[in-house]
């Protein structure tokens, strides 16, 4: 979510209908699974059979609660370099170049610790040469990593060229690497224990592996009541995938946060408000982000809030919608309805884009 001025113009009366609890289709679940901590190969973890069902109301009080969040999703190494003026086509340019830690799903469950979520914990999976750099880098913002390390794959690694004029506009060239290798043996229905929400990195959805992961995340949290999110993450990959197969596969997500790219490309149409609006007949909740124009927030067909950006002055784009996605799920689980979550999500994304990198700053 870049920061500037906001939507402009009124917004929408809620009447309600946005700030009422999020509810989870609930289903059974039972079996045996495989999870692993950073730094040690999988252990077997024995997973007994969960309960059948949960009350929404019971769902709504443990987000209210303060319960935990759980991050599924990738962990990257950025390499990010701000270069002024056009690429010099087979010679030098200019830049200023940094190697920090990133990823989509790292990256949100850093900015839920920093906008004050009681604990997050993280999934994902790194490469040998960086798992304990990763791992102290999570730990510093107040995240809890359990990172599978990959005997195979190195950690991915995105190059972030970063456009130094007013835009501060970013584009990415893209090794997934390890990250995009999770799998079921990857999880265990125990790192639901706690968890008031389950939120899903879409950059899982664009390989087999973390696909069928995705399948029995899903599956899980809905036999134990947990509502899930997901941000689809990139309008390049989600055209590969294709909308329809998308779909397909977050049927039973509670919530759906892409930007105006995604929102249009999901459904053809060219309108941000209109896409929005067709997206929340499919997914309860939809909270599309908007840029430099805040956020749209939709529900049951029909835009219900329009939250205004806050201006920034943008140094580095990368990261700030997961900025957004962080704030907006650390403010569910304090109690937030979904307009008052997506203002805090705006304040992070302006407070992202001010910044090199896709981290929030570190405590202290």
């Not at 940094?98 to 604990?119: D, I, K, S």
Request: aromatic residues 2%; glycine residues 14%.
């Amino acid at each position: 979510m870049a920061g500037g001025s906001g939507l402009g113009g009124e917004q929408d009366a809620l009447g309600g209908e946005c700030n009422r609890p999020i509810e989870a289709v609930a289903g059974s679940a039972e079996g045996r699974t495989r999870s692993a901590e950073s730094g040690i190969g999988p252990s077997e973890v024995p997973v007994g059979k969960a309960e059948s069902r949960t009350a929404p109301s019971e769902v709504a009080a443990r987000s209210a609660d303060g319960g935990a969040l759980l991050v599924v999703g990738d962990v990257i190494t950025d390499v990010v370099a701000r270069h002024e003026g056009p690429l010099a086509a087979g010679t030098d340019t200019a830049a200023s170049i940094r190697t920090v830690p990133g990823g989509a799903g790292a990256n949100v469950a850093c900015w839920a610790a920093h906008g004050g979520a009681a604990e997050v914990r993280l999934l994902g999976r790194v490469g040998a040469e960086a798992a304990a750099w990763h791992e102290r880098e999570l730990v510093a913002h107040g995240v809890r990593p359990r990172l599978v390390v990959d005997p195979q794959a190195p950690t991915g690694t995105v190059i972030c060229l970063v456009d130094g004029g007013a835009s501060a506009e970013r584009t990415f060239l893209t090794d997934s690497g390890a990250s995009l290798r999770l799998e079921p043996a990857d999880w265990s229905d125990a790192l639901l224990d706690g968890v008031a929400r389950l939120h899903l990195s879409g950059y899982l959805l664009f390989s087999e592996p973390s696909r069928a992961l995705v399948t029995v995340a899903l599956k899980a949290a809905r036999a134990r009541g947990v509502p899930v999110s997901l941000d689809p993450a990139s309008a390049g990959f989600l055209g590969e995938l294709g909308a329809g197969r998308f779909l397909a596969l977050v049927e039973g997500v509670d919530v759906l946060l892409p930007s105006r790219d995604e929102a249009c490309l999901l459904t053809g149409l060219t309108d941000a408000a209109e896409a929005a609006a067709e997206l929340s007949l499919r997914v309860p909740l939809v909270v599309a982000k908007q840029g430099h124009q805040g956020a749209l927030v939709a529900r049951s067909g029909k835009v219900c809030a329009r939250v205004p950006a806050v201006p920034a002055t943008p140094r580095d784009t990368t990261g700030a919608g997961d900025a957004f996605t962080g704030a907006f799920l650390a403010a569910l689980l304090a109690g937030a309805g979904p307009e008052e979550a997506a203002a805090e999500g705006c304040r992070a994304g302006a407070r992202a884009v001010e910044r090199v990198g896709g981290r929030p700053p570190l405590p202290g």
